[in-house]
């Protein structure tokens, strides 16, 4: 009972989701609306309860990584639920948008504390399945469906290549428990079996190769589905991944798988950025770009996984504000001409984000990706670093094709939705967080128990 | 604890950048009030701060807090007389930048608060002491640049505006690889303790010095990393082209002197040499293309390039005289350049053209104008008697008795013949003469305007007669670095 007792976030998004689906009339967006507030009850929960140790006989440890990726998963998720439960997702019906993320942040949430290959898997797919919802939910749109199947499709061939790897590395193993993983004999046949399992989570993440359904789906589904589907569950799968690599016997040849799939997926998603004109395929691309910098700082050890979950967080927060602002003024990047002229509070706060996600300090993403640099560059991998850099600035390039648009453009026919106090409220929030990350990272960091020196001091001697 | 007297001096115009965009355009006359008032106060703070400076002394008014903790982030303030002198300029040509633009009309809130939101930035660098919060303020000054530019500028404003984002910001990010890789070695962001503490491996230096000086060197801005920079002038508003030649230029050579050559001292020996070539060409290639302009604004850019040549040149000499010559340089060409400019600018408003064979005979018309256009192309020249000249004789002595190969500094002195060759060349064309079609029905200054200059003029005779009470702010800092370097 006392270890359920510390799950009690997660049934509190459970309850929500199912309260969602049940919540009558959609008028008044019930729906969301007690979906938003189970979302933050649980983050509450989950910081009130803390750090446990492991449940169930060892299948799940909530350690401060898992608690951390735990709250900020219900915390975007109820973030994301407020700004629906404002606007609305048009003509469709928002409960059930409302129930399928809750559940998918409840997959995440089991992830992110998983330390068993068989709950990682299923927690895995609890997150991914309503996903795939989300981004076809207009089911009368051929395009959003094109989209949505090639996401089901992909998404479940990787998974069953995964689980193929799942099922090597227990016989490898003889157990299921990551604790077995470390203690599991080095050997080839491991090697293939975790390149298997993480082509799995790449194509979760979005990471190239594995990144070309991202594009296509997302320019097929609306707005925000996209803000939700584009953040949360790579936030979750990021974490996730973080724990697993950590559970693995240390092995160069893994580091070096993630580190190419970083770098390609900073090649690809920062240059394929470029010339997008659709907001939806611009913020897949920059997915992409940003799962790159994730992988890179995953690729470097220990103290790089807590880097990379900071740099999550800093990444989803803007990402999904921006989604949502392209909800609200249209997706095609010219909708957002002359925006600092209709909305200039909304304009600003763009900015914000968008210098964020460039790591412009002293915004939460440059702090993120200082952490991330420096402990990449500790974890030897200085080359990577260089390459991340030199793509920071070309993602500096399209990103400023939206802030050109917004502050220099013109746009008469635009029409101004009506004020909206849950959907500004989300936005203040996104922005105050995107903010705060980066001038109070302190006690965050802490919370992460993150500890640079440590490492860099130890690692020092790489740079005689 | 003190009177945070730093922390309020750069972050005081951060508030007044909140209050102005919050009145916002509709109350015009508020908001240039309030943005007057604030950068006022201001420069009054730093002249407070100037009066209980204490020369003999090293680093003062410091304060240290951390701030992350977890990975030794400092918020770690502090000046000496080099900070201090371009402290100085930096609150002062943000008040007349201000008074300059007092009738702007197209979004005077936005225009207002970016301005004061670029001081905050320039003073931030100036004294930030921790390279965290050094690259926070470092970055902090290219948003409200990309908006000044890109809003206010020329017809290929936003093309110049994101050209001189990009630019500037791959150089800085390639300083950051430097701030990771010097963390990891000394596990600190403090730049004074990693000054102080000394002994990195020279290999290591070197690369690192590599990384700072492609930070660096598109800030100065070096040839050939320079080309970003005439496009950003000709396309910025008159007061953004003062703020940008007078102060953010100078922070890319307050880097070189504030941490590659205390920091990496072995690596800034090794480098010197390149680092005086790159000086000398500046100046000669600066001066030919200055030589080559037809319009008067492109012609103060690229003397610009010229003269931040003698800065690096002085830095390169790694002498006494010639650090003191690259700071007198910097002070002197904010000043000089920035009057320029506003006096181009002012001509520009009148006459609605910049090209030099289109305005002529100014000294008819508009006396005032002429004579101060020709004041600011004396000091610009390094007319003895006035500040542009004490840099530039100080960084040549010092390159001429350095371990700089010679030749390099005769070249160099070969450009301050073409400086008064172009600048005299542009007196005689602008200035004399009988008046052109545009010059001819225009009136001279207003009275703002010459309160505008005179501030700028008098900086220009102080220092030009009196060298000392520049170099008395100077000298110290100098002679700490130089020690640091482990003397030379």
């Known amino acids: ?464 | 604890m003190q009177f945070p007297l730093l922390t309020l001096i750069v972050f005081l115009p951060l508030l007044g950048a909140v209050a102005v965009a919050l009145l916002g355009d509709k109350r015009a006359s508020a908001v240039r009030m309030t943005a007057m008032v604030v950068a006022v106060v201001d420069l009054a703070l730093v002249a407070l701060l100037v009066a209980g400076f204490d020369t003999s002394a090293g680093m003062q008014f410091a304060e240290k807090v951390p701030w992350v903790p977890q990975v030794g982030i400092t918020y770690h303030l502090s000046v000496d007389g080099m900070s201090l002198s371009m402290l100085l300029l930096s609150a002062l040509l943000t008040v007349l930048a201000i008074v300059a633009s007092w009738r702007t009309e197209k979004k005077p809130a936005l225009w207002f608060s970016m301005l004061l939101l670029l001081e905050v930035g320039m003073n931030g660098v100036f004294v930030a002491m921790d390279f965290v919060l050094f690259y926070v303020f470092w970055e902090l000054v290219l948003v409200p640049m990309y908006f000044l530019i890109g809003t206010w500028g020329g017809p290929r404003r936003e093309y110049a505006a994101i050209k001189f984002f990009l630019y500037t910001l791959l150089g800085s990010v390639f300083m950051l690889v430097g701030i990771i890789a010097l963390y990891l070695q000394t596990g600190t962001f403090d730049m004074l303790v990693m000054a102080e503490a000394g002994g990195l491996p020279a290999n290591f230096q070197w690369w690192v010095f590599a990384a700072f000086f492609l930070g660096f060197a598109v800030k100065v801005p070096v040839f050939p990393l320079h080309t970003w920079l005439p496009d950003a002038h000709v396309e910025a508003p008159t007061a953004a082209s003062v703020l940008l030649a007078g102060i953010l230029l100078k922070m890319g050579s307050y880097g070189f002197l504030r941490i590659s050559l205390p920091i990496l001292p072995d690596a800034a020996r090794e480098w010197s040499g390149f680092i005086a070539a790159l000086a000398a060409v500046s100046i000669v290639y600066g001066a030919a293309l200055a030589f080559a302009q037809t319009d008067m604004k492109k012609l103060v850019a690229y003397s610009s390039v010229s003269h931040m040549g003698f800065v690096m040149l002085g830095i390169a000499s790694l002498t006494p005289a010639g650090l003191n010559g690259a700071v007198a340089v910097m002070f002197s060409h904010g000043v000089v350049t920035g009057m320029l400019f506003f006096l181009v600018g002012m001509v520009y408003e009148r006459t609605h053209t910049r090209t030099i064979s289109e305005v002529s005979g100014l000294s008819s018309k508009v006396p005032v104008a002429a004579g101060l256009l020709a004041f600011a192309s004396f000091a610009s020249l390094g007319l003895p008697g006035l500040s542009g000249f004490v840099g530039e004789f100080l960084s040549l002595l010092g390159a001429w008795s350095s371990h700089l190969w010679p030749g390099w500094v005769i070249i160099s002195a070969a450009g301050v013949l073409l400086a008064a060759a172009y600048m005299l060349w542009l007196v005689q064309r602008v200035v004399l003469g009988t008046p052109s079609e545009a010059v001819a029905p225009i009136g001279d200054l207003t009275r703002t305007e010459v309160a505008v200059l005179m501030p700028l003029v008098a900086l220009t005779l102080i220092v030009g007669v009196y060298w000392d009470s520049l170099l008395r702010f100077t000298d110290g800092p100098v002679q700490t670095i130089l020690a640091l370097m482990g003397g030379i």
């Open chain 1, 1 to 464: 009972m006392t270890e359920l007792a510390a799950l009690i976030p997660e049934f509190l998004v459970l309850a929500g989701a199912l309260a969602a689906l049940f919540a009558g009339a959609d008028e008044r967006r019930l729906g969301p609306w007690l979906g938003a507030g189970c979302a933050l009850a649980a983050a509450v929960a989950v910081a009130l309860i803390g750090p446990s140790g492991e449940l169930f006989g060892g299948v799940m440890e909530l350690d401060a990584v898992a608690v951390f990726g735990r709250a900020s998963i219900a915390s975007l998720t109820a973030l994301w639920l407020l700004w629906v439960a404002g606007r609305g997702l048009g003509a469709d019906r928002s409960r059930e948008a409302a129930a399928f993320a809750l559940l998918s942040s409840l997959g995440g949430m089991l992830m992110v504390s998983a330390q068993d290959i068989i709950v990682l898997f299923i927690s895995l797919e609890l997150s991914t399945m309503p996903a795939y919802v989300l981004m076809g939910y207009r089911r009368t749109d051929a395009r959003g469906l094109e989209g949505a199947l090639k996401y089901f499709l992909l998404s479940m061939l990787t998974s069953l290549v995964m689980l193929y790897g799942l099922s090597f590395v227990y016989g490898v193993a003889g157990s299921t428990s990551y604790a077995a993983l470390s203690s599991a004999p080095p050997g080839a046949l491991l090697q293939v079996s975790v390149v298997l399992v993480l082509v799995g989570m790449f194509a979760k993440l979005s990471a190239t190769p594995f990144h070309y359904w991202t594009p296509d789906a997302y320019e097929g589904a609306q707005a925000p589905s996209v803000a939700y589907v584009s953040t949360v569950p790579k936030l979750a799968g990021t974490i996730a991944l973080a724990q697993l690599l950590g559970a693995l016997p240390a092995s160069p040849d893994t580091a070096t798988v993630v580190v190419a799939a970083a770098v390609l997926s900073m090649l690809v998603g920062n240059l394929a950025a470029f010339p997008q004109s659709d907001l939806r395929r611009l913020m897949a691309y920059s997915g992409v770009a940003h799962t790159g910098y994730l992988l890179l700082a995953l690729s470097s050890g220990a103290s790089g996984g807590t880097a990379a979950v900071f740099y999550a967080l800093a990444y989803a927060v803007p990402s999904m504000a921006i989604m949502l602002l392209g909800a609200e003024e249209g997706v095609a990047l010219d909708d957002l001409a002359g925006l600092a002229a209709r909305r200039p509070a909304l304009a600003w706060a763009s900015l914000v984000w968008l210098l964020s996600l460039v790591g412009i300090p002293p915004m939460a993403g440059f702090f993120g990706k200082l952490y991330l640099f420096t402990s990449a560059v500790s974890g030897g991998q200085l080359w990577p670093v260089l390459v991340a850099i030199a793509m920071s600035v070309v993602s500096a390039g399209y990103y400023f094709r939206v802030v050109r648009r917004v502050f220099f453009g013109e746009r008469s026919d635009a029409p101004v939705p009506p004020r909206n106090v849950p959907a500004a409220a989300t936005f203040a929030i996104a922005t105050l967080i995107v903010l705060a990350l980066g001038l109070f990272a302190s006690p965050l960091l802490g919370l992460l128990e993150l500890r640079f020196r440590d490492v860099a001091v130890a690692l020092a001697p790489l740079f005689g």
